[in-house]
């Protein structure tokens, strides 16, 4: 498996823009979590979802920010309309049940997207 | 609902010492568990090691080792034989039953050569 995946990289957009974040989760786990890192507040979850279903989130900022998970294999956090405080790295995680009784049983990161808003 | 604390901010120690990194925790369930994270400055989260709750044995993963006190809520990592490739951040969390994953603040260790 090529891991989580995220998309992009890096953004840079401008006061005011939408924003479109992407993940692609490893393929058969359950859960997915975006999360979000500043120096002054460290790793924050914003919302995460079971089968596709969102359960919190009690930790997404405002109105200006929304996510979807609309099947296994993908999800999506915009902000609209995007402010400079909204500035980050963005990361993605997923993780299977753990009552499977999974030996590896953890959670992946994607690499994280850098998030610009000038 | 958890929550971690890492009350060191940051660490120094030596290539090829010994360095520990504390972590507390509070929860009030029986069955969670806990991992350690690693971050370098790619920014990649790296899993270094978990402990499951109810296992009284401490995890090891080759130079990384916890110390882990249930009574205490204490679960602290022992790096030996630092490299300089440990330098990173380095996050205590927490997942309970509702596989929500909760991080301490951080510690960034520096492995001076």
């Known amino acids: 498996d090529a891991g989580v995946i995220q998309s992009p990289r890096h953004e840079v957009t401008e006061m005011g823009q939408e924003v479109t974040l992407r993940c692609k989760p490893i393929?058969?786990?359950?859960?997915l979590f975006w999360y979000r890192q500043t120096m002054m507040r460290g790793l924050e979850l914003l919302i995460y979802?079971?089968?596709?279903?969102?359960?919190?989130d009690s930790g997404m900022p405002e109105d200006r920010f929304s996510a979807k998970m609309p099947n296994a294999s993908f999800s999506t956090l915009k902000i609209q309309p995007s402010e400079p405080r909204d500035s980050a790295v963005y990361f993605c995680?997923?993780?299977?049940?753990?009552?499977?009784?999974?030996?590896?049983?953890?959670?992946?990161f994607g690499s994280g997207t850098r998030l610009t808003v000038v | 609902a958890q929550t971690v604390t890492q009350s060191q901010p940051e660490m120094s120690v030596q290539e090829a010492e010994t360095v520990t990194l504390s972590c507390t925790y509070d929860?009030?369930?029986?069955?969670?568990?806990l991992f350690w994270y690693k971050q370098p400055p790619s920014r990649q989260m790296i899993l270094v090691i978990r402990?499951?709750?109810?296992?009284?044995q401490n995890a090891t993963e080759n130079r990384f080792s916890v110390n882990f006190q249930k009574a205490a809520k204490s679960f602290s990592l022992k790096i030996s034989d630092s490299q300089l490739g440990d330098t990173a951040m380095y996050f205590c969390?927490?997942?309970?039953?509702?596989?929500?994953?909760?991080f301490g603040k951080g510690i960034t260790l520096s492995v001076r050569p």
């Open positions: 995680a997923s993780t299977g049940h753990r009552d499977r009784g999974e030996t590896n049983y953890g959670y992946t």
């Open positions: 393929s058969g786990h359950d859960y």
């Open positions: 979802f079971n089968n596709n279903v969102p359960i919190d």
């Open positions: 929860t009030s369930e029986n069955n969670y568990y």
């Open positions: 402990q499951e709750a109810y296992k009284q």
């Open positions: 969390a927490a997942a309970g039953a509702n596989s929500k994953l909760t």
